[in-house]
């Protein structure tokens, strides 16, 4: 299990869920589990194949027909939060600061596509494991060259 978020029980009782019948001691660790719903082959279709329209308008207005957030006012890809695609978290924990990054990635992409020419892989290396995260590969190499006629 992937955690992304992990916080440890610190109040002397414990922490009592009533509404679910659980109980967490003090010292204990809860933890979301961020891996397996974004890899469930009954949310996502064949979920470890890369797709780079999986989280296009149609199939993540689908996915998230019944949220109870804006979902359903027409957001859509990666900046639309729902209880299966949690990277901004949801509700009204969600990050305020995702539309900001989604700028910012889509202009890191579009000065590296006009300034640089990058070699695709034959194959994407396999991910690694380190304690509970999972990290991509961290050694691989890859060949970029600024394009010509670029300064």
């Avoid at 809860?30 to 194949?49: F, L, S, T």
């Avoid at 890191?108 to 290396?125: C, D, G, H």
Wanted: with cysteine; proline share 8%; aromatic share 8%.
């Amino acid at each position: 299990m992937s955690r992304n978020v992990q916080k440890k029980v610190l109040h002397p009782e414990g922490l009592v869920n009533k509404a679910e019948g659980w109980t967490a001691p003090r010292g204990a660790y809860i933890a979301v589990d961020m891996h397996n719903p974004q890899h469930d082959p009954e949310i996502y279709p064949d979920p470890e194949r890369y797709d780079a329209f999986r989280f296009a308008t149609s199939l993540n207005q689908e996915l998230t027909a019944n949220s109870s957030t804006e979902t359903s006012k027409g957001n859509t890809g990666a900046l639309t939060t729902s209880g299966i695609f949690l990277p901004f978290g949801h509700g009204r924990h969600a990050c305020p600061g995702r539309f900001f990054i989604a700028v910012e990635i889509k202009l890191m992409l579009a000065y590296m596509v006009m300034n640089y020419e990058i070699e695709p892989l034959v194959q994407r290396p396999r991910n690694r494991w380190l304690g509970g995260i999972r990290l991509p590969p961290t050694k691989t190499m890859i060949r970029v060259r600024r394009r010509e006629g670029v300064v």
